[in-house]
């Protein structure tokens, strides 16, 4: 399973420090059960053993069945406190569907009352489901769909677009945007949605790059490269070390340099409720706020102060688009 998730996550740049799969609990579980039981938790069900939480609001949680074997709750209490002995994490955030609502409310509330005085910076980050037009996926089914496929489809039809815009692109070059774009269009669509609403998947609508999607913000930042390439690096360094800011009077700049103030803001708000959505939504707005300044206003003037200034901005403005990608595993290509 290990080897076929890593590819997909070779794809989407994401890395793992660790692993360790249930079996690695194994040995830890019967210390567990036995706290359990000296600290009079534990209640015995037709030789199941399992904890009261009627006074929480919630149902009874087994912790192992009448054979003796355990259950998911117990290999989570021993995985949580093998996380805090190993890592002392300050948070320890477990981002599994909402139809596990209940099983983590049980089992934060059995920690808690084993007098673990953390188990409240244990936290369950429930998303929504993903389904097709015909249903509910089932792989028993044979109604599903595999996000290989889907980041494979959409790389596929991103050079499909660069080759008929640019048939004489160097291949490696094509290859290389095709990848940074068509995986950024299925990841950008994803983290776009709020993370608890349900949601039905078109192949019509990931692969759709027209509006408020991936592509367009990457090539709202490849644009704001090629600016700077265009101001040349004399300009972009006296940008950097200063500017005047009485040539940045105008609405829209006004309105840019609103948005970029506040991405600090947005990122700690995305943090604090664990909605990726809300970085993305804001990247989409710095977005369209320069592509207004860059049609209203014209940036390489002859004036070197205005020019200075207005280069600045769109400095300020490709970092914070570019930090913003960054955050959301996505690629910032400066050229498309």
Not at 15 to 28: I, P
């Amino acid at each position: 399973s290990l080897k076929e998730f890593s590819r997909v996550y070779d794809m989407l740049g994401i890395t793992y420090d660790s692993y360790a799969g249930e079996s690695f609990y194994s040995d830890k579980m019967p210390r567990f059960v036995k706290e359990l039981e000296e600290k009079g938790l534990l209640e015995e069900d037709n030789g199941a053993q399992l904890v009261r939480l009627d006074d929480y609001g919630l149902t009874p949680a087994l912790i192992t069945k009448s054979d003796g074997s355990t259950l998911y709750i117990t290999r989570d209490i021993a995985a949580a406190v093998y996380r805090k002995e190993t890592y002392d994490f300050y948070k320890n955030i477990y981002v599994v569907a909402s139809q596990q609502n209940l099983h983590f409310q049980q089992w934060i509330q059995i920690l808690e009352l084993m007098g673990y005085d953390w188990a409240r910076s244990c936290i369950h980050v429930p998303f929504g489901l993903v389904s097709l037009e015909d249903g509910t996926m089932s792989t028993r089914e044979g109604r599903v769909v595999f996000l290989e496929d889907v980041l494979n489809g959409a790389v596929d039809k991103t050079r499909e677009i660069i080759k008929e815009k640019n048939p004489d692109a160097d291949a490696e070059t094509v290859e290389d945007i095709a990848k940074a774009v068509g995986i950024g269009a299925v990841v950008f669509n994803e983290l776009s949605n709020y993370r608890i609403k349900d949601y039905v998947f078109s192949w019509e609508h990931v692969l759709n790059f027209e509006g408020e999607t991936g592509p367009y913000v990457q090539y709202t930042h490849a644009r704001a490269c090629s600016i700077l390439r265009n101001a040349g690096d004399d300009i972009v360094a006296k940008a950097k070390a200063g500017f005047d800011a009485k040539y940045l009077t105008g609405e829209s700049a006004h309105e840019l340099s609103r948005l970029l103030y506040e991405l600090p803001e947005v990122i700690v708000e995305a943090g604090e409720k664990y909605e990726p959505s809300i970085v993305t939504r804001h990247i989409v707005d710095i977005a369209q706020a320069f592509n207004k300044f860059y049609h209203d206003e014209h940036i390489l003037v002859d004036n070197e102060d205005e020019k200075i200034a207005k280069v600045a901005m769109v400095l300020a403005a490709k970092s914070a688009i570019r930090n913003g990608l960054d955050l959301l595993c996505m690629k910032a290509p400066e050229k498309m």
